[in-house]
């Protein structure tokens, strides 16, 4: 009997590279994903799992009305200073991992997506994968993306990139650059479907 996954894939870029959108169209062959994003948003929802630690740690002030994590706050704390941000890390880490595990434990495709923004930044999830799928683009475009959407100035999304890591950076990382600029979606969906073809290859087997 197979066990699966067969191959767990780190899905990484930066902001509005097209990591979902890439994320969508592996799904959409088949694969599993699972979202570090989405998992950390349900924890710091009102009820949420990180929720006591995180008051504990910085006060009332980071939580909303509604008892969930006031991400405005939190972000404001976490990029003014440093050891905020790394408490931070250490407390929501530890909790996604073990998600992750969980959601790992009951994948039944070949292929897991796991889709982590900060994948090069954090250096917690490159042993936990066996390839990482960097999703590329040149710095115009991602503020282009980024402020199409509603409350995004260029200089919230500069700020974001610049404190990202570098495209050079993340790429050095990657066992496959999907370059997603100056293509419509329809060629990115081909791009993804050769990239997955080259993975059945590799595989000896049909995903
Ligand atoms: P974030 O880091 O903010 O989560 P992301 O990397 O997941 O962003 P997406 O949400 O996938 O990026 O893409 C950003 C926007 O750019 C979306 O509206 C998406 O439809 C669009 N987009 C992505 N790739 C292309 C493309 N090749 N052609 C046209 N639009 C694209």
Not at 27 to 45: K, Q, S
């Amino acid at each position: 009997m197979e066990v699966f996954p067969l191959w767990r894939i780190g899905l990484t870029g930066g902001i509005g590279s097209g990591k979902s959108t890439v994320a969508g169209l592996l799904v959409a062959h088949g694969a599993t994903l699972i979202d570090t994003d989405a998992i950390a948003r349900c924890l710091t929802e009102p009820g949420g799992q990180a929720m006591p630690a995180l008051q504990t740690s910085f006060g009332p002030g980071i939580v909303g009305t509604a008892g969930g994590l006031n991400r405005a706050a939190m972000r404001a704390l976490a990029f003014s200073d440093a050891s905020a941000k790394q408490q931070l890390e250490a407390i929501l880490h530890p909790l996604i991992r073990d998600e992750v595990e969980q959601q790992t434990l009951v994948c039944s495709t070949p292929v897991l997506v796991l889709d982590v923004p900060l994948l090069v930044e954090s250096g917690r999830w490159r042993d936990r994968v066996d390839q990482v799928w960097v999703v590329d683009c040149e710095e115009e475009t991602q503020v282009a993306r980024v402020t199409q959407r509603p409350g995004w100035t260029e200089a919230a999304a500069q700020a974001v990139i610049h404190q990202q890591a570098s495209r050079s950076l993340r790429c050095f990382a990657a066992d496959v650059v999907i370059y997603n600029d100056r293509i419509n979606l329809a060629q990115l969906a081909r791009h993804v479907e050769d990239i997955w073809a080259a993975l059945n290859e590799t595989s000896g087997t049909s995903l």
